[in-house]
């Protein structure tokens, strides 16, 4: 027994719970609030989620199949449509985060012209643009038969059958390459700059917003000569959260984009060159780093949000209302037929006496 291989398979089923549960809450709020289906950005949540729980109920079992039979689980016609779902949702799920960074970035720094800037037909427009995007790559790998399982990855993905640098000769290989690098320049690379550009204005903005909030929290603590020590030190200590809290939130989302998607990547484009090689445990973990980002995300974008919370939570109330009130009903028929039994029982008895 590997015991490598053990902690990988139980690392992609936990990965697999967790994504399911968190996606599927997204989407049972999305259905049960009106307000959030309303908003562009649901359109963009909705296509994440359900890309991650593809994802998750896909391209994840394949994997852990793959890693316990050390080869390819299923046939090569479910092969090739395990590979040309893996591009698409990859590439879906990369874009649709990339689209809520513009979407952040045209709410604050222009929130007063913001409803006319983006509307829900012009989210609907650039969903399409998305879908196109994925469609074009996947197809494109569909076409020239690179879906095939990958012993490195231990999974159906966008490589050459028999390896990357023996198969097909020079003149196919130099083409794979051209069509790799270019695929992750323009998803990865792509959306990385559109965070890091839509991001960074958000959090420029943000600063500013603290300055002139600090300026007259500062007039005010020196205008009330009286107030409480205690009192000032918790001004002064909301005043230091209020700075960092836009920053914790931009790094969250710009780090765990980098952190589960970068190591994948990078490792698909230095195989690529003819001196490295990729042994298997890495390979597949960096899989695995990327399909925790489907697990991630509903508690980066979504679930954390107050408005997600207060969603849940009625949810939640109207529920233990229900069993609750089935539960008093149950009783109330359990206790009247108990009732009827007794007397039909001492009926008999009334008679003789």
């Not at 490589?159 to 069509?179: K, N, T």
């Not at 603290?210 to 002064?236: A, F, G, M, Y």
């Amino acid at each position: 027994m590997n015991w490598t291989d053990v902690l990988l398979e139980a690392v992609i089923v936990s990965v697999v719970v967790v994504s399911l549960v968190s996606n599927l809450l997204v989407l049972l709020c999305f259905v049960q609030s009106s307000e959030i289906r309303a908003q562009v950005p649901g359109v963009f949540l909705l296509n994440l989620s359900i890309s991650n729980i593809l994802t998750s109920t896909v391209n994840m079992p394949s994997t852990l199949f793959g890693i316990a039979l050390r080869g390819q689980p299923f046939g090569d016609a479910f092969c090739r449509a395990v590979s040309f779902l893996e591009t698409f949702l990859t590439a879906n799920a990369m874009l649709s985060m990339a689209a809520l960074g513009v979407d952040r970035w045209l709410a604050v720094v222009f929130p007063l012209s913001y409803s006319s800037r983006l509307q829900y037909r012009d989210a609907l427009v650039v969903l399409g643009c998305c879908w196109l995007h994925s469609v074009a790559f996947s197809l494109a790998a569909l076409l020239m038969s690179w879906g095939a399982y990958s012993d490195t990855y231990a999974s159906c993905s966008v490589c050459l059958a028999g390896g990357a640098r023996s198969a097909g000769g020079a003149g196919e290989f130099a083409v794979f390459a051209a069509f790799t690098v270019l695929f992750h320049c323009s998803t990865f690379a792509l959306c990385l700059v559109v965070m890091c550009f839509a991001y960074l204005k958000v959090l420029r903005v943000a600063r500013l917003h603290c300055r002139r909030i600090d300026v007259v929290t500062v007039q005010t603590l020196l205008l009330v000569v009286d107030i409480h020590p205690s009192v000032k030190e918790r001004c002064l200590a909301e005043q230091r959260k209020r700075r960092q809290r836009a920053t914790k939130k931009i790094c969250i989302f710009i780090g765990t984009f980098i952190l589960c998607f970068g190591p994948h990547v990078i490792t698909r484009l230095l195989e690529l060159l003819p001196q490295v090689s990729v042994g298997r445990d890495w390979g597949v973990a960096t899989r695995c780093l990327s399909y925790a980002k489907a697990a991630c995300d509903p508690f980066v974008y979504s679930l954390l949000r107050q408005q997600f919370r207060k969603v849940l939570g009625g949810f939640g109330n109207r529920v233990l209302r229900q069993d609750r009130y089935l539960i008093s009903t149950s009783a109330g028929r359990q206790s009247s037929s108990s009732y009827d039994t007794s007397a039909t029982d001492d009926f008999p008895i009334r008679m003789v006496t």
